[in-house]
């Protein structure tokens, strides 16, 4: 059964629960550009002449990753919370199948990260940070996928969850790792073998790696700050995507119905 | 119970639920919260579902609607099968659960209609205004019924309960659901909201939807076509409410006179069977009030006839202590 309506309709619900939600609106903007102006900034001021590169380009390119990985994620794994103050039962009594719920709930949080990405992609230019309108397109694009992957990756912790106060844990062992594994203000060029085995395992470092290789393409720092081509970094993506989704949706729907 | 009957359609009882040995043991629990109940509800009826809390009422209705998956037994909805059958059976029924589930960040007609769009009775479209003619109509037609025209296209906040309880009715409603499951729809609703409810729930009925519901309040249960207590998982009394009443709790007369030694004596010379409680309490199973008080000689204080409620059955059967 063709299934795109309902899929739309939870995918909009989350759009209009940001736009009436202004604190969470004025929340969701603040933190990446507090991320970029502070550490971005200070982290130039001191380092940037050493390391031959923009610090700024290099935290503003990891911050648009990870705020759209990290934002999609925590989206889709609210679904826990939306249970527990029943909203999800409407959706979960309904006919429809679990994946289109799963697959509305993703894209619905995509539509609420990418108002971010604009925001990130302003303030970027605001401080000084210039590219060029193949390399924005480049990154909306980009962004998108970002999303699709944090979301897939939402489902898997949600069906590993089993309350609220579990999701409020998920910030500091899940995601905060995360950061300095994908290398979001750190360079991670060069690791030693044991965090090198950890970021290669954390998606996020996938997310950012690919938001770089859109920025700095055809830029003579890619050297420095790329690591793997963009189409390894696709292809990872891709496959996680799928294995994420699809465990994630199956451990979901039976932890559900069997507690 | 009259105005109830007069919805169900002649012929109309066939079987919509049927439980068999329904048994449930969460993952956690060292007992079974439902343990082996057998029931069926018929198409269009008014099903009360009865129970201290705990009793399992919860978990039984989230199981009759697939969002729990049973240890064992077999739940059939409409002849499909909860556990193999479980989008056909979601298809068919509709749920309003013990806490209010319309999203609060949404208007009224917001809410409806993602539930419309869900259901597919209606395509998706991002705006009221672009929704079909017969959507809107219908919507326009639903906030008359509940008497909020304009606040149906403002957020839910500004409802009160009441309207809100209503609200979730309709919206669970709209793909004309064949069985509709309520969980405790009147907890948290004053007198005048409940009694409001009711009358509600009742011309729902009138359309030949079957209602399903749990209540702790026995009054509710008083109006229904059949009702059935459960305690501690198990099913502890079933049928209609003056059949329930009437195995439970016999009807009774109590009478007292200011000489009880000639009263006493002439029931025991009558062979009366009574019970001095300290007035004389006499079941009246066999018995006929008027022919009782006629045939007693003894001047008479007090006469009192004691018409079992339901309340009392009930109370009979979980144990005063259970509440």
Redesign the interface.
């Known amino acids: ?1 063709n ?4 899929v ?3 995918a ?2 989350d759009f ?2 940001l736009l ?2 202004r604190p969470r609106l004025i929340t969701t903007l603040a933190f990446p550009l507090l991320l970029i102006g502070v550490l971005g900034g200070s982290l130039q001021a001191n380092l940037g002449r050493n390391v031959g590169y923009s610090f700024l380009a290099f935290t503003f390119t990891g911050v648009f990753g990870q705020t759209l990985f990290q934002t999609t994620a925590q989206g889709v794994i609210s679904l826990i919370g939306d249970r527990e ?3 999800s ?9 679990r994946y289109s719920i799963i697959i509305g709930k993703i894209l619905g949080e995509s539509l609420v990260a990418l108002p971010q990405a604009a925001a990130i992609l302003a303030f970027a230019f605001i401080v000084g940070v210039r590219a060029s309108a193949i390399q924005i397109g480049g990154l909306v694009v980009v962004g998108l996928l970002i999303c699709l992957l944090g979301g897939a990756f939402g489902v898997l912790v949600l069906s590993n969850l089993s309350s609220q106060e579990m999701a409020g844990q998920i910030f500091t062992f899940v995601m905060l790792p995360q950061f300095f594994l994908a290398g979001i203000f750190n360079p991670i060029k060069v690791l030693p073998p044991y965090l090198d085995v950890l970021s290669r395992i954390s998606p996020m470092r996938y997310a950012v790696d690919l938001a770089r290789g859109a920025f700095y393409e055809g830029r003579p720092e890619a050297v420095h700050t790329v690591l793997d081509p963009p189409i390894v970094d696709l292809a990872i993506m891709a496959a996680m995507f799928v294995v994420f989704l699809v465990i994630g949706t199956a451990l979901f729907v039976r932890n ?4 | 119970m009259g105005e109830l009957s007069a919805g169900v359609a002649p012929g109309r009882t066939s079987a919509i639920v049927e439980v068999e040995d329904l048994v449930k043991r969460y993952r956690k629990g060292k007992t079974n919260a439902v343990d082996g109940i057998s029931f069926t509800v018929r198409r269009g009826e008014f099903f009360a579902f009865l129970g201290p809390n705990g009793a399992g009422k919860t978990t039984t209705i989230s199981i009759l609607t697939t969002t729990l998956g049973p240890t064992s037994g077999r739940v059939r909805i409409a002849g499909y099968d909860v556990v193999s059958q479980s989008s056909a059976v979601r298809a068919r029924v509709g749920i309003i659960f013990q806490n209010p589930s319309l999203d609060m960040n949404l208007t009224g007609e917001e809410n409806v209609r993602f539930h419309a769009v869900l259901y597919q009775v209606y395509p998706y479209r991002p705006r009221f205004s672009l929704m079909p003619e017969a959507y809107r109509h219908q919507v326009r037609d639903l906030a008359a019924l509940l008497d909020i025209e304009t606040d149906i296209f403002r957020p839910i906040k500004t409802l009160s309960g009441g309207t809100r309880r209503k609200l979730e009715i309709i919206r669970s409603l709209m793909h004309r659901p064949d069985v509709l499951f309520l969980d405790e729809p009147t907890r948290g609703l004053d007198t005048n909201g409940r009694r409001n409810l009711w009358a509600y729930l009742r011309t729902v009925q009138a359309e030949g939807t079957t209602v399903f519901l749990t209540t702790h309040y026995l009054e509710e249960a008083e109006g229904a076509d059949s009702v059935c207590i459960i305690n501690k998982g198990r099913i502890v009394s079933f049928g209609p409410p003056s059949r329930i009443k009437g195995e439970l709790v016999s009807e009774h007369v109590v009478i007292d006179a200011d000489d009880r030694d000639r009263l006493r004596a002439e029931l025991v010379s009558r062979g009366v069977p009574f019970a001095e409680t300290p007035l004389f309490r006499i079941k009246l199973d066999g018995f006929n009030t008027h022919q009782l008080l006629k045939a007693i000689d003894t001047p008479l204080s007090v006469v009192t006839v004691h018409q079992p409620t339901l309340e009392e059955a009930y109370l009979s059967v979980i144990g005063s202590g259970n509440e």
């Open positions: 059964m299934e795109l309506g309902p739309m309709a939870i909009q619900r209009m629960k009436r939600d103050n029943d909203f039962q409407e959706m979960f009594v309904s006919p429809i199948s559900e119905r069997n507690r």
